[in-house]
């Protein structure tokens, strides 16, 4: 008698469970997608012209593309993220790379990091200004050091021996970039990006992030991310803001999503941003609207941060939000959907 209650028992436990899987969302076998972001802050239609508002959404299309095209050919999610964020990091529209903010000496100090949803690897760098695209030594860093983050000149070295492009300073150079340092350098004050939109000849002062990042899942159902800055302008020489850090503006788990955050750097460093969001998701059965507004407007929005983050989980969904006005944003999904977006939520 003991014998089939204990019998029955593991039957119905065994039923359970498979009942349990069933209701879990299925990822659609070899789907893949990306999404992408070009920072968040007072971004508003009326700071653009119609030009302005064209060269950004064709900029943030050309990186979606460069991304979905490694996925489509059966590329890893790592490589696809990085193309698109080379993309953002060659246009002088986003504060990454070429156009990168100046610090408070007049120097860039950029800062980048890339992560494996597989195996948590991870790879980084900081205040790095001869690295044509930062986000490429990051993964040099990932797969050819047992380190997860390297800063300066350090950093330089160990990436140039392993073919990664080098160029002078100057070639970071942008007269917009410059302009918004002058109007508060010797001030005890930071600005983020994407404050350069003249009107009526004057620079808007207000919140402006202009951060890049990425975060894709390939057919194979593996998640990577990576972010790409220049920080923010007027930032004290040697800062170092949440975009190389892992878990604060970076982070990815095939067990979760992955992430890529932009904003006051600060604030996200503090609250372990990314990684709290995946915590949520996976400890708190949260699902990612709710845990992205928990961290965005509960968390950093209390402590007075700003910004905005992408998401994309373990069933290939896509999501964002942010606290600021706007956020440069788009993705491309192997269904056909796609969007581009850059004002308030639409
Ligand atoms: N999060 C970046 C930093 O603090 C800035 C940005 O997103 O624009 O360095």
Same mark, same amino acid.
């Given at each position: 008698m003991k014998k089939t209650i204990l019998l029955l028992f593991i039957l119905l436990l065994a039923f359970s469970c498979k009942t349990s899987d069933k209701n879990e969302p299925q990822r659609e076998p070899n789907s893949f997608s990306i999404v992408i972001h070009g920072g968040a802050g007072g971004i508003k239609r009326e700071y653009f012209t119609d030009e302005q508002q064209q060269a950004y959404n064709d900029k943030l299309q050309e990186a979606l593309n460069a991304g979905y095209e490694v996925l489509e050919k059966g590329g890893i999610s790592l490589d696809a993220i990085q193309a698109a964020i080379n993309v953002m990091e060659d246009s002088p529209l986003f504060n990454a790379g070429k156009g990168a903010v100046y610090n408070s000496k007049g120097n860039q100090e950029m800062d980048a990091s890339i992560m494996d949803g597989k195996t948590l690897n991870s790879g980084a760098v900081a205040g790095v200004n001869h690295i044509k695209n930062p986000i490429l030594a990051a993964r040099v860093v990932m797969d050819s050091s047992e380190h997860v983050m390297l800063s300066g000149k350090g950093a330089e070295i160990m990436v140039k021996k392993f073919g990664i492009e080098m160029v002078d300073s100057?070639? !970071? !150079?942008t007269q917009k970039r410059l302009d918004q340092l002058k109007k508060i350098q010797g001030k005890e004050k930071t600005e983020l990006d994407h404050s350069a939109f003249l009107i009526k000849n004057e620079l808007i002062d207000d919140h402006k992030y202009g951060t890049v990042g990425a975060v894709a899942i390939d057919k194979e159902g593996n998640i990577a991310a990576g972010t790409s800055t220049g920080g923010m302008t007027n930032k004290k020489y040697g800062r170092i803001g949440d975009s190389p850090i892992i878990g604060a503006g970076t982070y990815a788990n095939n067990l979760t999503c992955g992430i890529s955050c932009t904003g006051t750097g600060e604030y996200f460093i503090r609250t372990v941003a990314a990684h709290e969001v995946s915590n949520l998701i996976q400890y708190k059965k949260m699902n990612p609207t709710e845990a992205l507004y928990e961290v965005i407007f509960n968390q950093i929005g209390k402590l007075g941060g700003e910004g905005g983050m992408i998401l994309l989980d373990k069933y290939g969904d896509i999501y964002w939000d942010f606290n600021s006005t706007g956020m440069f944003r788009g993705y491309k999904k192997s269904d056909g959907e796609t969007k581009i977006e850059m004002f308030e939520k639409e």
């Open positions: 100057s070639y !970071f !150079f």
